[in-house]
């Protein structure tokens, strides 16, 4: 108990919120004192958590991640409660900006059977992503977006599931340091606007989207319906769902 309380204080001086239950973390972690030590100070200079364990929780899930891989947040299992209720057994899932491979690890964790695809441009993302998405039987390609799929996916995905960089251009900057020191760039800028990716995914859904099937995609409050217009005019019905609870905000289209 005394070395926890002292790991805590440490943790709250360096501006830790949630230093207690970072502690137990750490303390479950450590391989020996040697390791925890050297954790505490790690996460005290400021890395974020989940690159100093190597791991995240999302959607109850432990989510292994490399550092400099974008760390799913806890608003984007928002996106994941719903783009459950979009499938069924046996979808075929592509997880597009996968970066961890979190997304569709979480919604194919809820089917009896499927067909997991994801990619991403990054090569660090692509080699942490499959650490978790082969493991379900999924395969993980590196490319830039649709570029990197396999072609025989061609009007077969029934769920889209792409959590696309939004943060416009010139407010990476505002980021919280964690985010914007650690995180890869590629990641987090989503253009002018922030909506750059998420034209470009919108633009050629309907290619490989089934009959039905769906697209989602999160976004920011003010860009939700700026995002619903561009499902619109790239040939998608398209709902903007907003959560109060998770502070998320997300648009869904639909292959008409």
Not at 47 to 66: N, R
Not at 149 to 155: A, I, N, R, S, V
Not at 217 to 229: C, D, K, L, N, W
Request: aromatic share 6%; glycine share 8%.
């Amino acid at each position: 108990m005394e070395q926890k309380n002292m790991i805590v204080e440490k943790l709250r001086d360096a501006g830790c919120v949630f230093a207690e239950e970072e502690a137990d973390i750490l303390l479950s972690t450590a391989k020996n004192n040697v390791h925890l030590i050297t954790m505490v100070d790690q996460r005290v200079s400021g890395m974020p958590l989940e690159y100093v364990v190597g791991w995240a929780e999302f959607c109850g899930l432990k989510i292994q991640i490399d550092k400099g891989v974008f760390v799913p947040r806890k608003r984007t299992e928002f996106l994941v409660q719903k783009a459950i209720t979009l499938v069924r057994s046996g979808a075929t899932v592509v997880d597009l900006c996968c970066g961890s491979g979190a997304l569709g690890v979480a919604v194919c964790s809820t089917l009896e059977s499927f067909q997991l695809y994801a990619a991403d441009i990054d090569r660090n993302a692509i080699i942490c992503a499959r650490r978790n998405v082969q493991p379900l039987g999924g395969q993980v390609y590196e490319g830039d977006l649709y570029h990197a799929l396999p072609e025989y996916l061609f009007g077969q995905v029934d769920l889209l599931i792409v959590n696309a960089p939004y943060v416009p251009t010139n407010e990476i900057d505002l980021l919280p340091s964690e985010a914007r020191i650690h995180e890869a760039q590629v990641a987090l800028d989503g253009g002018l606007d922030g909506l750059d990716i998420h034209r470009r995914v919108a633009r050629d859904a309907s290619h490989w989207l089934d009959s039905g099937g769906h697209l989602i995609m999160e976004t920011s409050e003010q860009q939700a319906p700026h995002a619903r217009e561009i499902f619109y005019q790239n040939g998608l019905s398209a709902q903007v769902i907003q959560s109060e609870e998770f502070e998320a905000n997300v648009v869904i289209g639909k292959k008409k």
